[in-house]
């Protein structure tokens, strides 16, 4: 059962970003509004994600780690329907079969906190306020061959600064914070989305982007797209979400990218933030165990909306 646990966490689990995003997911699903990350060594020595969240009951602790144990579907139904990020129940046991996982949390309705250690099984009383803490140390410590993929310290914490960052584009409403090593290295407050955008991707970036917002039948896009001139060096700047999921999807991709060819030149990678909403049964998100990749029940549909809603946003006068 290690090794089935293990395997899967080679699907889940790549790098420190991997936990990360898992983390924030399940501080999202839970209702938080404020996630603060705590980082050691990049994410490889501690990943810390810490949420106000609704908490974890004590004899639900040991559930959470179980593996195929999801509180958020019933049955096979609702996943025609997800709207939670999570709902394979797979993270936190893949996380906790390649580290040293730990659970402190607390519901509203308890007097105090319980901490389960997930190694020795450990489970006992802690003080914490209302919401859960994921510790995770030594990630890979068992697997040398797996740490030895790592990047340096400071590649891994871009990566893991960047996992935050696709949340953070998704919801402006919850306020994030990145430490490393005792030092914050990011901070956004919860605000309106204008403020989110120009908090993560700039105010330059927003003194030169679009609006979009379209509507085609049961899709809608919005977001903000940047003008052609504005370009970023780097080529993640472009942040595509279906349903509030952060996905990397070809067909978003490329109808965005087609709305830009006829006035983007050269190599510049256009800069971009949209949201994708669509009825739930027209969009497959269990294709893929971290969820990045998802099946559109019809493509075409999706890119020729996703097409007009930003050429439509370039060509209309700057607002
Ligand atoms: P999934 O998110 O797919 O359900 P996970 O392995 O990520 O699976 O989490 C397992 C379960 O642990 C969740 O279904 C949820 O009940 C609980 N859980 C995990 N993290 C949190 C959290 N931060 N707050 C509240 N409950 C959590
Ligand atoms: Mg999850």
Same mark, same amino acid.
Request: hydrophobic share 30%; no cysteine; aromatic share 0%.
């Given at each position: 059962d290690e090794l089935v646990s293990q395997i899967a966490a080679g699907e889940v689990v790549e790098r420190p970003a991997s936990v990360v995003r898992e983390l924030v997911d399940n501080a999202l699903d839970a209702g938080a509004t404020q996630v603060t990350l705590r980082l050691a060594a990049g994410g490889v020595r501690l990943i810390s994600v810490e949420d106000d969240g609704c908490g974890i009951a004590r004899e639900e602790l040991p559930l959470a780690l179980r593996?195929?144990?999801?509180?958020?579907? +019933?049955?096979?139904?609702?996943l025609e329907s997800v709207a939670t990020m999570g709902f394979r129940g797979e993270a936190l046991a893949a996380i906790a079969s390649v580290s040293e996982l730990a659970l402190v949390s607390r519901t509203p309705t308890q007097p105090s906190g319980f901490l389960l250690d997930a190694r020795s099984g450990e489970l006992r009383p802690a003080a914490r306020a209302t919401g859960t803490t994921v510790e995770v140390k030594e990630l890979f410590f068992a697997t040398p061959a797996r740490r030895k993929f790592l990047k340096s310290d400071a590649t891994e914490l871009a990566h893991c600064i960047e996992a935050v960052r696709r949340h953070a584009l998704a919801r402006p409403d919850v306020g994030f914070a990145i430490w490393h090593e005792g030092r914050l290295v990011e901070q956004w407050r919860a605000a309106e989305p204008g403020q989110r955008w120009a908090d993560v991707l700039g105010e330059e970036f927003m003194a030169q982007s679009v609006a979009v917002d379209w509507r085609s039948g049961p899709l809608r896009v919005t977001g903000r797209a940047g003008l052609p001139d504005f370009a970023r060096s780097? +080529?993640?700047?472009q942040f595509a979400y279906v349903n509030g999921r952060y996905v990397r999807d070809k067909v978003l991709m490329h109808a965005a990218r087609s709305a830009y060819e006829d006035v983007l030149h050269g190599q510049r990678q256009p800069v971009y933030a949209l949201y994708v909403e669509i009825a739930p049964e027209r969009v497959d998100v269990n294709v893929h165990p971290t969820k990045i990749e998802v099946r559109f029940r019809d493509s075409r549909e999706v890119h020729q909306a996703v097409r007009h809603a930003v050429e439509n946003a370039l060509a209309a006068p700057r607002a």
């Open positions: 593996r195929h144990a999801t509180s958020k579907i +019933a049955s096979l139904s609702d780097r +080529a993640d700047h």
